[in-house]
């Protein structure tokens, strides 16, 4: 699930929990920290405090005896001492001479068993060379954590005699009960505030969203269309009742804004259609003016086929003004401008007579067969392979020889209508906004002649593409099933 598909009340609820989760893990972590640090001195300082008694007691013992205080003579002197004070002290004794070779132990039969023979050289150069002339070892065994500290014994004029190392076994069994029956009952404490939290955040959450959720139900049904209400909230806090104001003054302005933009896209609409019906007359008035000066051109009155010329020519401007005229029924549906009237026909003589409109020697038109009957509107197809055909004049520069290409084939029950052309190509930038309504490239240009072709072609499930080269040419692609 998405954080933002989460609701707020969910966030509020779930935020809660989470802090008082959070505040109990943290408060249970500083405690095990802290009674692990507790731990750490504990063991230090009373290692030190056996350690101090010890020498205190060792001391004495050596002041009484009749033994002469030397290094060599300190089994002698501790033999039977030794295992008194350990028992005392309740810790075992170990003692070395200065060059750390045992000398004597409270632990009975020593010389055979694991302990070590002689202090280690780093050990006996830290007591030498350190001002307190101490050194305490810690080590691991068996899972267990023993400190083991090494001082000098002297003599009443302070002159070092041996070394006196004292094991240590940290045992922290009662301390980690101390902790278990902490945690024991902070877990009672948490978990009643846990329900508590979980109680608070409940009513919380919904004391702040039920005022949210009548404000996200009036802007869900806030509509243009519509005449919008007010929102009325009592008892809301400070917050909720900012966010009322803003969603009511919101809605004055929305009503404003509504009639201004209503009005501002009628006017829009009418510019819009206005272009585009100028556009679609211009279309059919080209081929008319072309038709006529031919006419005037090439007319003779000793022609013998005379009559079939102006036949042909009357024909043509009748079809064009059918076009001017259908265009005119159509201007008040600019949607549908202008209405497809579908009617079976011959897709090659119907694109052929769109051609002979142009009369330009360098038009060559191919066609695949000689008949292919679909269902489509004349009109609109004529209308289709002349702005095509006109895009593709205009694409071609004075300095190269013009050559258009316009193709019919059938392919997979499918009609394809293609136009080459040997121009200057459409630039890589243009390539996307072609079919843009209003985008042209032509400083005359109203851009909505290929818009419209792709909208008709679209309108029978059809669709239109091209390929291009720059200075090469381009070639369009009209497809439309064959129905």
Not at 184 to 195: G, K, P, Q, T, V
Request: hydrophobic share 40%; aromatic share 8%; charged share 25%.
């Amino acid at each position: 699930m998405k954080l933002k598909k989460i609701s707020l009340r969910l966030r509020i609820f779930v935020a809660m929990l989470f802090v008082v989760l959070l505040a109990s893990i943290l408060i249970v972590g500083v405690a095990i920290y802290q009674y692990g640090e507790e731990a750490v001195d504990y063991h230090q300082q009373r290692l030190e405090r056996k350690e101090k008694n010890i020498k205190s007691h060792l001391n004495f013992v050596i002041k009484q005896t009749s033994y002469e205080v030397k290094t060599e003579k300190i089994p002698l002197i501790l033999k039977e001492k030794i295992y008194e004070i350990a028992n005392i002290h309740n810790l075992k004794i170990n003692i070395y001479d200065l060059d750390g070779a045992i000398l004597t132990s409270s632990r009975a039969g020593f010389a055979q068993d694991s302990l070590a023979q002689c202090i280690h050289a780093d050990i006996l150069n830290t007591l030498a060379n350190t001002a307190q002339h101490t050194y305490v070892e810690q080590r691991s065994e068996n899972n267990k954590l023993y400190q083991s500290s090494y001082s000098y014994i002297t003599d009443q004029k302070f002159k070092p005699l041996a070394i006196l190392n004292l094991p240590y076994l940290e045992d922290d069994d009662f301390l980690a009960k101390e902790l278990d029956e902490f945690l024991e009952r902070i877990s009672y404490a948490y978990l009643f505030m846990l329900i508590l939290a979980s109680a608070i955040a409940f009513f919380l959450a919904n004391y702040i969203t039920k005022s949210i959720k009548t404000i996200s139900d009036k802007i869900n049904s806030t509509s243009l269309e519509t005449v919008n209400k007010r929102i009325d909230v009592e008892d809301a806090s400070e917050e909720i009742t900012t966010l009322v104001e803003s969603y009511n003054s919101m809605i004055d302005q929305l009503e404003e804004s509504a009639k201004k933009l209503a009005r501002s896209e009628r006017e829009q609409a009418w510019r819009e259609m206005a272009k585009q019906v100028a556009h679609e007359i211009k279309n059919p008035l080209t081929p008319m003016r072309l038709t006529v000066q031919n006419f005037q051109r090439k007319f003779s009155p000793d022609d013998p086929n005379i009559n079939q010329k102006v036949e042909e020519y009357s024909e043509t401007l009748i079809q064009q003004i059918d076009t001017m005229s259908a265009i005119a029924s159509a201007f008040s549906n600019f949607a549908n401008m202008p209405a497809q009237q579908n009617e079976t026909l011959n897709v090659v003589n119907t694109v052929r007579l769109a051609l002979d409109i142009f009369n330009k020697d360098y038009i060559v038109f191919l066609a695949e067969r000689e008949e292919i009957i679909t269902t489509f509107d004349k009109t609109q197809l004529i209308r289709i392979v002349t702005n095509l055909v006109k895009n593709a004049i205009q694409a071609i520069p004075d300095d190269r020889i013009p050559k258009i290409v316009v193709h019919v084939s059938l392919h997979d029950s499918e009609v394809q209508i293609t136009v080459s052309d040997n121009g200057v190509g459409i630039e890589e930038g243009n390539e996307t906004k072609i079919f843009e309504p209003k985008f042209t490239t032509k400083s005359g240009g109203t851009g909505l002649g290929l818009a419209m072709v792709k909208n008709i072609v679209e309108s029978y499930n059809g669709h239109i593409t091209f390929k291009t080269q720059q200075q090469k040419g381009t070639t369009f692609i009209v497809t439309f099933p064959k129905t």
